[in-house]
């Protein structure tokens, strides 16, 4: 059985940029969460993936964008990037209804 | 205010020691509360999950929630150095129709041999 495995593992962009992140669930979750993990904090959560589509959403504007495709991988983007966005990015895979969350190792992203 | 809110630490102990780390929420509606390890580097991992108040026990784990004062506790008995980590309390709610986690700022354990 596969963990959650997401790419790349570091990422160092420009502001204003744009920038995806990817996530592979593990076997036979269907759901798919996005954290930000900002330097001595708790995650935060994004948003939620179900069935392809998004079906949760925490506190961030509409430059944080999704995708989940038919194999339940998924894809984090994020337009115009801020300073304020580096962090640590989580995805999170569980089954729908379930709180066995597996998260990955996260991709950390620093924009300068 | 936070919905939950957690010491920072860091909080440093002898090996042997019996460990007890606290949440506080402020959200009546969660129903579901969580404990993870987060190694550095490393994506959180699921420790502990219980559902509304009492306690639950795995192995040198124990999590107790008290719904009534909106407390959530982790002790850890006989703390190892490879328990040295941050520990992320979480709650959690289904009324939103989907799955959310709410976590704190999680704690610093230092666990010296």
């Known amino acids: 059985e596969t963990g959650v495995t997401q790419s790349p593992t570091h990422l160092i962009k420009t502001r204003g940029q744009q920038v995806t992140l990817r996530c592979s669930s593990q076997?036979?979750?269907?759901?798919v969460s996005w954290y930000q993990q900002a330097l001595g904090q708790g995650p935060q959560f994004i948003f939620q993936y179900y069935r392809e589509e998004e079906n949760g959403r925490g506190n961030f504007p509409p430059r944080f964008s999704g995708l989940q495709f038919p194999n339940y991988s998924s894809e984090l983007n994020v337009n115009a990037l801020e300073l304020d966005d580096s962090a640590l990015y989580l995805c999170?895979?569980?089954?729908?209804?379930?709180?066995?969350?597996?998260f990955g190792s996260g991709t950390r992203l620093t924009v300068v | 205010q936070k919905e939950v809110e957690q010491d920072p630490g860091p909080l440093s102990v002898p090996e042997g020691a019996i460990v007890s780390l606290n949440c506080t929420y402020s959200n009546s509606a969660f129903q579901y509360f969580m404990w993870y390890r987060q190694y550095s580097r490393k994506g959180p991992e699921l420790l502990m999950y219980?559902?509304?108040?009492g306690n639950k026990e795995d192995g040198r784990f124990t999590a107790q929630v008290d719904k009534s004062s909106k407390y959530i506790s982790l002790f850890i008995r006989d703390s190892q150095p490879s328990d040295s980590a941050t520990y992320l309390c979480?709650?959690?709610?289904?009324?939103?129709?989907?799955?959310?986690?709410?976590f704190g700022t999680g704690t610093r354990l230092l666990v010296s041999p």
């Open positions: 076997s036979g979750h269907n759901t």
């Open positions: 979480a709650a959690s709610s289904m009324n939103t129709g989907f799955q959310k986690l709410v």
């Open positions: 999170a895979s569980s089954l729908r209804g379930s709180y066995g969350y597996t």
């Open positions: 219980t559902y509304s108040s």
